[in-house]
Each structure stands twice: as C-alpha cells, then as structure tokens.
C-alpha cells in the first residue's frame, strides 16, 4: 500500500491541474496587457436614504474584455490579488475615483456625492499607500469628505496597529473609511472602538435572508443599533426588495445600496439615473469622459 501510494506520487501529470495552470498563466498576461490597453472600466452604484436622496455611491471595478465583454470583479480580483497586480490596478481604481470626484464637484447637484473605493488588503499593507492617497487628494484638488476607502475586517485584523495608524493619517486630511461585509469577518467587536471608522456596510448575506429569517433579522438589527449607538453611519448592501427597504428604514438604518434602487451604471448611465430622480436638477458636467 505505502509502496503504491509512493509510486502514485510520481504521477504528477493532472490534465486537469495542467490545464488550471495555464488558464491561471493566460489570465495574468491578458491582465498584464488590459492595464497597458486601458481595458478597465468604473462604474458607480448610488447610496440612498430612506427619502430618496442619493449620497453618494460605490465604485466598483469591470474589466471591458475585447472577446470575453464585460468581465465582473470577482473573475480577475483574486488574481491580482495573488500577482500584486492590484497595486497598479488600484491606482488606476484610485486615479479615476477622484478624477470623477472632481467632476462631480464641479455642478452643484453633485458636489457632496461621496465615492466610496474598494481597497485590497495589498494595497494597504503597501508602504506608500497612504501617501499615494494623500498626493492624489491634493493633485486633484478635491474635498477629502467626498473619498470614503472600504476596508474588510480580514484587512483590518492582520495588523491592527498598523490598520489604527494609517487610518487616522488619512482621517486627519478628512477621508472617510467603511467597514464592508460587515458581520461575515467574525471578528471581536472590540476594535470597533479603536477604529476611526465613519460607516458600517452590513453585508449582503443578512439583508439576503432577514425577511424570511429571523436570526438574520436579528443580527440586521443589532448591527444597526451598534452603529447608532456608536455614532457610525449604517448602510446595508444587496437591497434588491421594498419590504427589505421597509424593514431598514423602520429600524433606522441610513441607508440603502442595491438593484432596488439601480445596478451599478457607467458614469453616463449614473448621472442619466440621478436626473431622473426628482430631487436632482442636474445641469450639463462639463469635461465628463
Ligand atoms: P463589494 O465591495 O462587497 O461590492 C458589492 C457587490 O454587490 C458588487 O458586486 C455589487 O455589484 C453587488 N450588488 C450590489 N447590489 C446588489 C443587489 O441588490 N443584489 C446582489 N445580488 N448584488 C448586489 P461586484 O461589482 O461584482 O463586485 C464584487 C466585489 O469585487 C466587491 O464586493 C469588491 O470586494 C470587489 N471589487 C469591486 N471593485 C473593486 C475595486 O475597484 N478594487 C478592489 N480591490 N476590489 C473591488
Ligand atoms: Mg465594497
Ligand atoms: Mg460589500
Ligand atoms: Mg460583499
């Protein structure tokens, strides 16, 4: 037996595993090659309140792949990830962020939206991320209130000295951080407390099920009251119904992000949305893209 598993050892050829590999070696030079090409595309998901006030909106990455269309995050995320291809890709993420900040700050309908951008833990734990950050701000001249950096709880907890430090050197330019997913890290609750956190994003996964699950409903609550209690902002992600909105405004969650109220939209597409809503007279931007 011993001898035969021995010899199995040695039959490492996998089809299977060979062709994963290359698939894996294809897609990191195709992305390699869509940074240089340009390929990638921001679109933007509004943030709502419960009278239908847009405040701003999440930021959420697409690759425009020539033969594959449009490809979602979570297809080439985890890749970058792996290869440190996210630094230059979150740069571009970050660039383009405030560039559209700065537009946006231009018309008045407009001026207080507040974009939020994912950030990898990657990105984060790179040296020169806060810099990076900071020089952005000031060469795009834009309100620090209007950036708003997502962060996960796993990100947080790999270090939490270091998540406390560059937090608040950015927090005293004035950008403002989220907790996403929130409730799915199984973190202690503990370093909410010493986190400079402005938002708590509840994950999708309770807002999910909450209507037809009351442990779900339950946890939804409790997080909302945490928050409120603590003097954070609260959003739920994955709002997709009128009973879920229902449910959040009656138990006095801030707000909503979900296909209930849009997808997420290319820029043209978004201020198309914004002025349809009619609490936004939006007049023409000028220099859009
Ligand atoms: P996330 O940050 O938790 O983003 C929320 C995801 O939920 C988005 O998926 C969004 O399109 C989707 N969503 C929004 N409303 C609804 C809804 O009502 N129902 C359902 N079922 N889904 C909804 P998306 O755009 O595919 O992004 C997936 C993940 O990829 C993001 O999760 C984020 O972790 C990552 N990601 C996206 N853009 C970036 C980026 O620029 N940088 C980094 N580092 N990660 C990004
Ligand atoms: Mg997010
Ligand atoms: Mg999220
Ligand atoms: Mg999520």
Not at 29 to 39: E, M, V
Not at 56 to 62: D, F, Q, T, V
Not at 133 to 142: N, P
């Amino acid at each position: 037996q011993a001898k035969n598993a021995g010899r199995n050892t040695q039959r490492f050829y996998d089809p299977t595993m060979q062709a994963a590999l290359e698939a894996r070696a294809a897609l990191e030079t195709d992305l390699r090659l869509a940074i240089k090409k340009n390929q990638f595309r921001l679109y933007y998901q509004m943030q709502v309140d419960h009278s239908g006030n847009v405040h701003g909106a999440e930021a959420l990455i697409r690759w425009q792949h020539p033969q594959k269309g449009l490809v979602p995050p979570l297809q080439f995320i985890p890749l970058t990830e792996e290869t440190g291809l996210i630094i230059p890709i979150g740069h571009w993420v970050m660039e383009t962020a405030c560039a559209q900040i700065k537009r946006w700050e231009s018309d008045p309908a407009t001026r207080d939206l507040q974009v939020a951008v994912n950030v990898s833990a990657c990105q984060f734990h790179d040296s020169s991320f806060v810099e990076r950050v900071i020089e952005m701000l000031s060469r795009h001249k834009i309100k620090p209130g209007n950036l708003k950096l997502e962060l996960t709880e796993s990100l947080v907890l790999d270090n939490v000295e270091e998540a406390i430090m560059k937090m608040q050197a950015l927090k005293s330019y004035g950008v403002l951080f989220s907790m996403d997913d929130f409730g799915t890290g199984f973190s202690s609750l503990s370093y909410l407390t010493k986190l400079p956190l402005d938002q708590l994003k509840i994950d999708q996964s309770f807002i999910r099920n909450m209507c037809m699950n009351n442990r779900d409903a339950v946890v939804v609550q409790t997080i909302i009251g945490m928050a409120n209690n603590l003097g954070i902002e609260v959003i739920a992600e994955g709002v997709e119904s009128e009973t879920q909105r229902e449910f959040l405004e009656q138990n006095k969650c801030n707000l909503c992000q979900g296909y209930l109220f849009s997808q997420p939209l290319p820029v043209d597409a978004f201020e198309n949305k914004l002025r349809q809503m009619h609490t936004y007279q939006l007049s023409t931007l000028i220099g859009r893209e």
